[in-house]
């Protein structure tokens, strides 16, 4: 928790202290990022008495099928190593396509620390767009976090916290934007809060 504080605080003193932001607007974001270290503080308390959810219950979430494409396996995710529970699946298509989910759960003492990267999402609401590349900051009242579309080489990277606890991450190959967003849909993340 102390850690999680003095990661945020030192966040919040980088940005307030940046010369290139005007005065007021200096202001106005160092308000809202001390208002979401606030919440952020009072959600990893919550989180850290939080049980996460178990091995055998993200194994058995995960469909058979999604969108079209058969489930190849199921393994640890990819940050169990560090006692944070999670698990990454992969799909894939006879059309070459394939699809790489992986879940983390934010609850838990090591879970929590988890969540607190994603704060800087929490105060931003643009994106960019290239010829080659489009990033999209996903910021509403579900999830937090960035969509990246890799034009030429026709791959989609989404990765957000949905509802401050379960950290996703969904790498596709060969596959449109819409479906990998119709696939999270369903996942039905939110049973995994049961």
Known sequence: ???????LG????????NPKNKKNDNVDQTVKIGKTVQDLAEQSQDLKE??????????????KTLQGMELQKIVKGTLSGYGISGAT??????DKSRLVVNVNDGAGE?????????ITFKNLNTGSETDTKSEKILNNNTMVGV?????????VLINFLYKDRFAINMQADNIEKQVVWDA???????????
């Open 110 to 118: 090591k879970g929590m620390m988890l969540t607190s990267q994603y």
């Open 50 to 63: 939080t049980e996460p959810v178990s091995e055998e219950m993200l194994n058995n979430w995960f469909p």
């Open 89 to 94: 699946a992969t799909y894939e298509g006879s």
């Open 10 to 17: 030192l966040i919040v003193l980088m940005i307030s202290c």
């Open 184 to 194: 999270f849909e369903k996942l039905k993340v939110d049973n995994l809060f049961k």
């Open 1 to 7: 928790m102390k850690t999680t504080l003095k990661i």
């Open 147 to 155: 969509e990246t579309v890799y034009k030429t080489e026709k791959k």
